[in-house]
């Protein structure tokens, strides 16, 4: 990999986006260490630069005709990982990041990816295998929670508005539990429609309107939360983004069967029905196990189910 000329990408790009080289560099490399990267006086490993670009909301897909031996290969694994785990392949993804760990090293950029990537996997197969037992489902989201913390901390010690987020790190934050509030989902939200390219706009927007939408419903706040669930789904237009499809109808449902404190009617109902049906169909076609927790929502709500339901 020829750093000049990925020193000059980089550099041209955090110019045209108006960052500062502290803030691109916070959490993975001193401001002096990333000053002589961009001046091509250092070495800088492949991870390092795709998380730099993005960063700055730019693909580093447009490196892979600069790469050549190991770095190549090392791209070329990544892309398999989450190719396997875009497709639900949790088993597949499992072996991928074994033999990919062990061939990484130590650098704490390829640790946090392993870590994600694993937390990643573990979700999957929560979501896949129907079997599991209660017990198992919670040592499952256990093990992935602490995962996500430690991925967070290597390059996100402190969260702060301002910070960039390559998407490694916009995942982690997105796929973290506890610990996030409004204000820093608002941020996130204006970051992503910010910095990020339309593809990764219709990749990541339904996933940042979901985990809003989700912390507005936890504050009552269901006008809103709504809101930020019609924006999600009006966003989604690609294959990578229609999985939480499923999720936002379901929130959707929910969130209509709490407002105002009253028992919803007629119209209503069928509104949050029709939501529930949406949601069940892609769960459905995708063997998500939360099909049957729709289906048990809408027996509990008392709502009437489409004839072709079952």
């Known amino acids: 990999m020829d750093r000049h000329k990925v020193a000059n990408i980089i550099s041209r790009c955090r110019r045209q986006k108006g960052v500062q080289q502290e803030v691109l560099c916070r959490g993975i490399c001193s401001n002096a260490n990333y000053s002589r990267i961009e001046s091509g006086d250092a070495e800088i490993p492949l991870v390092m ?29 990544r892309r398999d990982i989450e190719k396997a785990l875009q497709d639900g392949l949790d088993a597949q993804a499992g072996k991928l990041l074994d033999a990919y760990e062990g061939a990484v090293g130590e650098d704490r950029l390829e640790i946090q990816y392993v870590k994600y990537c694993r937390a990643q996997v573990a979700h999957l197969h929560m979501r896949q295998d129907a079997s599991l037992n209660p017990g198992e489902r919670e ?83 269901y006008d809103r939360a709504l809101a930020e669930i019609r924006q999600g789904l009006a966003a989604v237009k690609s294959g990578k983004s229609y999985r939480c499809c499923a999720d936002l109808h379901f929130l959707a449902a929910q969130v209509a069967g709490r407002m105002n404190g009253k028992v919803p009617g007629k119209k209503e109902q069928k509104e949050q029905a029709w939501e529930c049906w949406q949601a069940y169909r892609l769960y459905d076609m995708n063997r998500n196990p939360r099909a049957e927790e729709v289906k048990d929502y809408m027996k509990t709500a008392g709502l009437a189910e489409p004839e072709d339901f079952s």
């Open 49 to 77: 630069v795709q998380a730099f670009l993005e960063r700055l909301g730019v693909d580093p897909g447009q490196l892979e005709q600069l790469l050549e031996g190991e770095d190549y290969s090392f791209y070329r694994k």
């Open 139 to 221: 040592r499952l989201a256990r093990d992935a929670g602490q995962l996500l913390q430690e991925a967070e901390s290597l390059t996100i010690p402190q969260r702060r508005r301002g910070m960039l987020l390559s998407r490694t790190e916009l995942g982690i934050l997105l796929a973290e539990t506890e610990g996030i509030g409004l204000d820093e989902m608002q941020y996130i939200q204006d970051f992503v429609r910010r910095y990020y390219n339309r593809e990764w706009k219709e990749e990541y927007l339904p996933q940042v309107q979901l985990k809003y939408a989700g912390l507005l419903a936890e504050e009552g706040e």
